[in-house]
Every structure is written in C-alpha cells, then in structure tokens.
T-cell receptor, first 114, second 110 residues
Framework: ETGVTQSPTHLIKTRGQQVTLRCSSQ?????VSWYQQALGQGPQFIFQ???????GRGNFPPRFSGLQFPNYSSELNVNALELDDSALYLC?????????????FGPGTRLLVL | DAKTTQPPSMDCAEGRAANLPCNHS???????VYWYRQIHSQGPQYIIH???NNETNEMASLIITEDRKSSTLILPHATLRDTAVYYC???????????FGKGNQVVVIP
C-alpha cells in the first residue's frame, strides 16, 4: 500500500462527455503526476502538479486538464471524450528533491468510453 | 530521456533467483536507474533505484555495471506473486516524468 488513493475505481462514459478523476497523495507528498495507460502499453505521462501549478506536460491535448488543491490532492479532467481515451488512469505522488522524488502510484481508475 | 531496452518476456522458476536485464547505453551521469513492476491491472509498484552502486532492499537487488550501460534486477527467491510486468526506467531528479517502455512480462512458473 502506497497511501495514494484514486476514485472512482471504474467509470463508463460515452463519447463527447466529460469526466473527472480524483487522486489523494501520500501523506507528506506535495506533487502529483498523472499517467494514461492504454491496454498492452506502458503508462504515458500526462502532466504533473506541484504547489497547485502545472509542472510539466506530456504529449496530450488541452482537453486533458488538471487541478491541485491546497491539501495536495488532485483532479484530472478530460473533456469531449473520445473512444481512444479508454485506458487506466494512474496518479503518482512524490516530493521534489533527490530521493524523495520517487513516485508512488495509486491503484488507478479504469475508464471505458463507449 | 535515455532509452532502456528490456526483453519483452521471460519465465522464471519458482523459488529460484530471477535475473531481469536492462540496457541503458545512453544513460547520463546524473540519471538514476529505477525499477517498477505492475501486477495485472494494478498501479505500478516501486521496487528499487540506484545511481552507480549496487543496491539491495527487502524486495530485490539492483546490480549496475561499472560503465552504467546496463543493470540487472535480481529477485532472490521468485514466487508466483512476482509474476508481473517489470519496467526499467532511467530518470534524473527534476525531470518530473517517468518514461515507461513496454516492460518485461515476467512469469514465475511453479
């Protein structure tokens, strides 16, 4: 157990809808990173939030957006859902600075877009 | 980011040591070698990381060659619960992102 929690565990949406996924970081961690994992692939970096600001972004369109709250929890929002957005969405928490940057992952949210 | 190369799959015998190879020939001096594993449909689990010295923890040992161009993750006594996809990643502090490849599907056989 890493102490990183995600909700919901599973979600079914239809094309064009919007979805919000949530992540609570491990105690003492102030950084949250989000990843998308398509079936059979390794996780792909979406973005990272540190001190409530986006701190790096992968190759994902603007309809993927995020927030981080003062308690360091985070949300991933995806607008105008497409079929290819079906994936396991993972969040990881860490703290900047040397060894503490090790990222610890939550269990993920499985999103199915129909 | 430096790239890593791992075999796509391998089998290991239960109770024996499992040696998982990783090549990272373009690794830079400030990049660490990280290992994660992912059991089916769960989040990746951190295993171990190192810079140039060999490292050991309760889960595994990490052996990094002197030239740092390759490394081996050793699971000392493989169990069925070690069946997972293992990812070798090179990472430098401040990079903010882990670059996962497809990993090595390790199956522990009874």
């Amino acid at each position: 157990e890493t102490g990183v929690t995600q909700s919901p565990t599973h979600l079914i949406k239809t094309r064009g809808q919007q979805v919000t996924l949530r992540c609570s970081s491990q105690s003492g961690h102030n950084t949250v990173s989000w990843y998308q994992q398509a079936l059979g692939q390794g996780p792909q970096f979406i973005f990272q939030y540190y001190r409530e600001e986006e701190n790096g972004r992968g190759n994902f369109p603007p309809r993927f957006s995020g927030l981080q709250f003062p308690n360091y929890s985070s949300e991933l929002n995806v607008n105008a859902l497409e079929l290819d957005d079906s994936a396991l969405y993972l969040c990881a928490s860490s703290t900047p600075g040397g060894q503490q940057e090790t990222q610890y992952f939550g269990p993920g949210t499985r999103l199915l877009v129909l | 980011d430096a790239k890593t190369t791992q075999p796509p799959s391998m089998d290991c015998a239960e109770g024996r040591a499992a040696n998982l190879p990783c090549n990272h020939s373009t690794i830079s001096g400030n990049e660490y070698v990280y290992w994660y594993r992912q059991i089916h449909s769960q989040g990746p689990q951190y295993i171990i990381h190192g810079l140039k010295n060999n490292e050991t923890n309760e889960m595994a040992s990490l052996i990094i060659t002197e030239d740092r161009k390759s490394s081996t993750l050793i699971l000392p006594h493989a169990t069925l619960r070690d069946t997972a996809v293992y990812y070798c990643i090179v990472y430098f502090y401040g990079n903010n992102r882990l670059a996962f490849g497809k990993g090595n599907q390790v199956v522990v056989i009874p």
